[in-house]
């Protein structure tokens, strides 16, 4: 039963977009992290070690990029949200080493604010959903299916909404609309309501 209605969420929401070929996708891609270093000082060793880890990570997301664009047919945006967010996890390993705490807090408020996230409620919001809206393990997982499935029609409507903040908020709110839906029609009406609270700041971020 819950994996038919999973089937059902997903298909509703990717059934509704219509892609078209990409062209857009070379501007500049990820964080200007030379930017960062004008609002912090560094020691000339810690400046070195800088460069050297974001140098390195910035060509390995780019390797995933290219990789992407070769696989054929559409990119899966998804799944490249994924790997590139893998990568951000260790640089920060490796960063902490050579940044000290202070630092180190700016350098993760910097990631937070300038680097591209995927489009959905983080491991972090879904953990408080099911807590504070006391989820079955049921709930939950239509919860995160739900999720998934705006992840994907979100992502997979890329190549009609690039550049264009307006249209690509119109796409947004349209597939949240649709995961509210389906997880309405998932949960008790009280775990909906505390549901809603928690996801009511979660709004569309267009990019800069």
Partial sequence: MINNYIKICVFALISAVAVSCSKGDNKKRGVDYAQFKTEVTLTPEQAKSYDEITAKYQ???????QAAKTQGGNMDRVALGIKNEELRNQQAVEMAKVLDAG????????????ARKRPRYDNALL???KTEAALTEEEFVMVNAANDAFEKAFSDAHDVYHGNNDLAKEYWDKFDTQRKEAIKKSLTPE????????VKD???????
Avoid at 192 to 198: G, N, P, V
């Fill in 191 to 198: 775990h909906y309501t505390k549901f809603e609270e928690i």
């Fill in 59 to 65: 060509k390995l997301q780019e390797e995933n990029f």
């Fill in 103 to 114: 630092q180190m807090e700016k350098f993760n408020a910097f990631i937070d604010k300038s």
């Fill in 202 to 208: 979660i709004q569309f971020k267009g990019r800069k």
């Fill in 127 to 129: 953990e408080k959903i």
